[in-house]
């Protein structure tokens, strides 16, 4: 007994080693907020063998940029360096408007999200890829490591306890905590949840895919009025919802597709139809034109349904592996970061392996459930834009966006990364 608690002691004062699993926004994010701690060291993995441009245009709502500045300046500065001022000016306000799209209400404004002075779009790639020059040393990712399991190793007599996550090259590492960012198909909730578990996979239940497209600037100046570039305009019909973002410093427009596969009378028939979009309102034409002009990237849209818990062991989720949610009020990303802020401040006080337990209970009581949250809002906002004409209550539209909105973004941060320490100080 004297002995094992001997070695106890002599394991606290090593560094922890801490695997990241997949290099998104949650995993990067993470990785910055961790290594801050001296006695964590901490490694990321990541499946691609390079961060590639995947994934599609961001708007960054003001809880992202609250929870960048917990999580470490330098993200912040970097999201400043990759990103595009939305608007001409830094002073000027600006929100992502919903719109409706279709129908006797066409052109009426429904809600303004996320509005702040001087907001910014940035791709997902090319933000990470900020991230990952300017914040992580070289030497701490691993690209081409696409891990295929994870497994936890009970403590023995004279074995201390270990988690160990193969990959797909045949390589094994040993930790002693391990994160999953690694994206909705999430080979960490697996293990988490177990593979039987209700909400272990990913889930579509009102049938959404996207159609996205980028199309260099000049073009969408020229198909569109002057408002929507500069503008997040978001166009609600019966189908589906459409918008356009500026990306890559503004060289770029971005227009992504949401339709409603189950709302399609051809509903059997996959892929994208534009002469169903064609009866809707000019812009929303105009949009679907540009949409069209190259070969359209297309994906069936996820979310998760409610996980009991974000941790087993020392193994936890993050980001979309945890809570994916579709992007109908733009705040995954958001979550993500939120989720690395929350672990950031609660890690910086962890010394030992014995205190990750806490660590990782006060993070799963304090963002499971708004994150949950978060998502249950956005399958909300999802159906209200794709009300059918004669469904649509413009009042109750605006009240319920107006509440999620502020679910969402008015959030005290700081308060919300103290709770947590809190509940770890009472806890070890
Ligand atoms: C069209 C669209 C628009 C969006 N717009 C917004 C927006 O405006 N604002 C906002 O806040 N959010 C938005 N989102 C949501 C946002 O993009 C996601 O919530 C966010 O990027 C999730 O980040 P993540 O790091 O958790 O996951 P991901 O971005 O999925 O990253 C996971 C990473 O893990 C890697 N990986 C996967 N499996 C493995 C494995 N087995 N081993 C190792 N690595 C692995 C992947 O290659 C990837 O690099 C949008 C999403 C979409 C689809």
Redesign the pocket.
């Known amino acids: 007994m004297i002995q094992t608690n001997m070695s106890k002691e002599k394991v606290s004062h090593r560094k922890l080693s801490v695997a990241v ?7 990067t994010c993470l990785a910055i907020g961790l290594s801050q701690n001296p006695l964590l060291d901490v490694h990321l ?4 063998p390079n961060v590639g441009v ?8 003001g809880n ?1 940029i609250k929870a960048m500045d917990i999580v470490s300046p330098e993200i912040k500065q970097t999201y400043f360096r990759k990103s595009h001022f939305m608007a001409n000016e830094e002073e000027m306000e600006m929100a992502t408007q919903i719109v409706v799209g279709s129908g006797q209400h066409a052109g009426t404004l429904i809600a303004e999200l996320g509005r702040a002075k001087g907001r910014r779009s940035v791709h ?1 790639a090319h933000f990470i890829q900020g991230l990952l020059e300017d914040c992580i040393p070289k030497d701490r990712v691993h690209f081409g ?4 399991s994870v497994e936890e190793m009970e403590e023995t007599g004279v074995t201390p306890s270990k988690i160990i996550a193969t990959f797909a090259d045949g390589t094994t590492g040993e930790f002693d905590v391990l994160f999953g ?7 960490t909730r697996k293990f988490i949840l177990g593979a039987d578990h209700p909400a272990a996979d990913a889930v579509n239940h009102d049938g959404w895919r ?1 159609f ?1 497209n980028l199309v260099p600037m000049e073009d969408a100046k020229n198909a569109l009025p002057a408002e929507s570039i500069e503008e997040v305009r978001m166009f609600c019909t019966p189908l589906g919802y459409i918008n356009g973002l500026p990306v890559d410093l503004g060289q770029t427009y971005s227009i ?1 597709c949401y339709q409603r596969d189950d709302k399609r009378s051809n509903s059997d028939t996959s892929g994208f139809d534009a002469s169903t979009w064609g009866t809707f309102c000019p812009e929303v034409t105009s949009l679907i034109s540009l949409l069209e002009k190259e070969p359209k990237e297309s994906w069936k ?1 996820q979310d998760h349904d409610h996980a009991p818990v974000y941790y087993r062991g020392r193994v936890a989720m ?4 945890a809570h ?2 579709a ?1 109908h009020a ?7 970061i939120e989720d690395a802020a929350i672990l950031t401040r609660v890690f910086a006080h962890v010394t030992s392996k014995y205190q990750v337990d806490a660590a990782l209970k006060a993070f799963d009581q304090v963002r499971r459930p708004r994150s949950q949250k978060v998502v249950d809002i956005t399958r909300n906002f999802g159906r209200l834009y794709s009300q059918d004409e004669e469904e649509r209550d413009i009042e109750s539209m605006r009240r319920q966006m107006r509440e999620g909105g502020m679910y969402t973004n008015a959030v005290d941060m700081e308060a919300q990364a103290q709770a947590a320490v809190l509940m770890f100080m009472k806890a070890i």
Do not use: W
């Open positions: 699993i997949g290099a998104g926004i949650a995993g993995y990541e499946a691609y995947r994934g599609a245009g961001l708007a960054l709502h992202a997902r490591k696409r891990m295929v960012s690694e994206g909705v198909k999430s080979t996207c996205n992504s849209m993050i980001g979309d592996a994916a949610t992007p733009g705040n995954g990303a958001a979550q993500a």
